[in-house]
């Protein structure tokens, strides 16, 4: 019998490859990881990303979603909507994705960091866990985890010198997203 070498995807149960999701312009949709076709209500592209904005349908503790895919960034920002008694203590949440565009179809592949502005206050950094999980399964390679690491620390540190304030620190790097309630 041969001894295995290193971890495999076994090993970490938990994990999984990275999420990919699909922004169909063209056909108004929103396909989820799990291959679940949404209706968009907005879609609106500026230089700097694409403005998404659906409805959560059948859930019980969200809405409706506004984001915003940031290509050059890395980062897909979004603002949940939440019923009354299910609210969050934070305004954005901050996935850490590598965005391919197409005119047509924008399509995001999720590298597992995720960040939780409150804003003026603070961000928490989620799923590091995850992310190192992946890469010691093979799931993500060590250059995609690098970027993603990359990206969250740039991410902190802009939010950092500018207080927190997602908006204030976007202006700064060519980016003004729009949000319906912020």
Known sequence: MTAQHGPTAETFPHIHPPKIELFDLEAMTNTD????????????????????????IGHPSIRALESWLLPEMGLRITDWFYP???????????DVVHIDVDPRCW????HYLDLVLRTGH????????????????????????????????????????HGYRL???????GASPTWSRH
């Open 33 to 56: 990881p799990k291959g679940v076709v949404r209706a968009v209500r907005e879609y609106r592209v500026e230089p700097f990303g694409l403005y998404v904005a659906r409805d959560v």
């Open 84 to 94: 009354p008694g299910h609210e969050r203590d934070y305004q954005f949440y901050v």
């Open 107 to 110: 399509r995001t592949e999720d």
């Open 122 to 161: 603070g961000v928490d950094v989620l799923d590091t866990d995850e992310l190192l999980a992946a890469v010691l399964a093979g799931l993500l390679d060590r250059s995609a985890a690098q970027a993603a690491l990359v990206t969250a620390y740039r991410t902190l540190e802009g939010l950092a010198r």
């Open 167 to 173: 908006d204030s620190w976007l202006s700064t790097v």
